[in-house]
């Protein structure tokens, strides 16, 4: 999926500083990128402080330090990151940076039309781990009780979606929510609110679909 | 030496940290490693009482740091077990007199005398979890078959990832097997269902456990109890050996059996 020619970052300058938007990728060729990109314009950058936008990338301790030292090499500081994502505001508190987090609509995606963007994440949700993003939401994995999803448009979990779900945030009630194993702990779509029953002991993976119906949450088997 | 920093801890409180902390270590030296157990909870020491060695603590973990005496001085070694050793936690201050690169040091120091290094942590998840976890290679997750203890897990376990202290490993305290096979207790698969890591010990609830801890002698140290026999496979399989889930059932005695039967008929 990854193409080598594409580009990662993005580079703008502000009153306020450079701002760094970093798409998705590697974080190894994103450095690379941006370590070139730089080099190319070492007079023009020098001196400067940035903002890095990364969006819903998960950032390690050691992945900001290396940016961060990326950029002292080119006598730049790193001023501030914006994140949507809590783990890595964790990460830049903990690293003593201005933590920007980025609201629901993250100025960094242009204005959505908020059914065609889908934003993918592959990994569990564990509990108190929580994802937010305007558009559609895919998880490639489990949704824990204790996690929670909000999306402006639908959610699909491929895995059990045991924790929080509240889809259609921004579209309302024509949002959708499906995953392989619907036992979420709550259920909100548009203004609709549901729990499921309590006694599901069944194990059977049951993909199902739940939409708005009649001013009610159903769901229905994929079938 | 190839040295191994384990932090056990859970989330919740009470669901068996220092038990296991100190069980496993004990078993660990009996296997022949070198072993240290560090008590990381600062104003609430246990580690000490369990593993029975109150009486010997001169110096603690705070001294240390502190600069007040020299590692090797807050050491103690356990005279039962050859290659067994405690550095107990200070219980007149609290989990603000460490940080985090005090732990960090502390292991490094070690990590040249020592094979295994287990921290046993705090409950909860603020600074004194963190100090537990900073010096860590990987985790042993501690959880009883209880949903708020495994609530509890899972967010542990979404922390450890996120610090990248993983892999972690798990281990089920207290489970009673005729409560999971009438239905009442959640069972190992649910509890892997949810947290998705390695398994590496089930250990049945057992009053020996309750006796041995109030003693101050380890169950791996002196009885064959099925708790203990399931403590010491935890220790086989945190040093990689492969080793099958011993069964649960205990023996029933004659009038259980005769109830049984009946209950049948």
């Keep these: 999926m990854e193409m080598t020619n594409e580009q990662h970052i993005t580079i703008k300058g502000t009153s306020d500083g450079l701002i760094i938007n970093i798409y998705s990728g590697r974080w190894s060729s994103i450095l690379a990128e941006l370590d070139d990109k730089l080099s190319k314009k070492a007079d023009f950058f020098k001196g400067g402080r940035v903002s890095l936008i990364v969006g819903n990338r998960i950032l390690k301790t050691d992945d900001i330090k290396a940016v961060g030292d990326l950029l002292n090499n080119h006598q730049m500081t790193l001023w501030s990151v914006q994140s949507s994502v809590k783990e890595t505001q964790t990460t830049t508190e903990e690293f003593g940076l201005e933590m920007v987090p980025s609201p629901l609509k993250a100025p960094t995606t242009p204005k959505l039309e908020p059914n065609h963007t889908t934003q993918t994440f592959k990994r569990t949700l564990r509990s108190g781990q929580h994802v937010e993003y305007a558009g559609n939401i895919v998880i490639i994995g489990d949704v824990n009780p204790g996690a929670k999803v909000m999306a402006g448009g639908n959610i699909i979990v491929w895995g059990h979606l045991r924790g929080t779900a509240h889809a259609g945030a921004i579209i309302g009630d024509s949002a959708y929510v499906c995953a392989l194993k619907l036992i979420p702990v709550q259920l909100i779509i548009g203004n609709h609110i549901s729990c499921s029953p309590t006694d599901n002991k069944d194990k059977r993976i049951i993909p199902e679909m739940a939409f708005v119906s009649n001013g009610q949450i159903i769901a229905e088997s994929w079938e | ?265």
């Design chain 2, 1 to 265: 030496m190839n040295s191994t920093v384990i932090t056990v801890t859970s989330g919740k409180g009470g669901v068996g940290k220092t038990t296991t902390t100190a069980n496993v270590s004990v078993a660990l030296a009996l296997i022949g490693y070198k072993v240290v157990a560090i008590d990381s909870d600062i104003g609430l020491r246990n580690l000490d009482v369990v593993m029975g060695l109150e009486s010997r603590i001169v110096y603690d973990l705070v001294d240390v740091v502190d600069g007040v005496c020299r590692l090797k001085q807050a050491t103690i070694r356990d005279k039962r077990v050859k290659g067994l050793f405690l550095i107990p936690a200070a219980q007149t201050r609290d989990k603000t007199a460490i940080t985090q690169e005090n732990m960090i040091s502390v292991c490094e120091e070690l990590k040249k005398d020592f094979d295994y290094i287990l921290i046993d942590s705090p409950a909860g998840i603020e600074q004194g979890f963190k100090n537990a976890l900073a010096p860590a290679n990987r985790c042993i997750i501690v959880t009883t078959p209880e949903v708020s203890s495994v609530r509890d897990a899972d967010r542990i376990i979404g922390l450890i990832e996120a610090a990248d202290k993983g892999p972690s490993q798990l281990v089920i305290n207290r489970v009673r097997q005729e409560m999971v096979d009438r239905g009442e207790m959640l069972d190992v698969d649910d509890v892997l269902d949810i947290l998705g890591i390695e398994l590496v010990g089930v250990i049945p609830d057992d009053e020996a456990i309750i006796i041995s801890t109030n003693k101050g002698i380890p169950a791996t140290l002196e009885d064959d109890s099925l708790a203990s026999r399931a403590l010491k496979n935890v220790a086989y399989r945190v040093t990689g050996k492969q080793i099958p889930f011993l069964d649960l059932h205990q023996p029933l005695n004659l009038f259980q059996r005769f109830s049984k039967l009946w209950n049948r008929g």
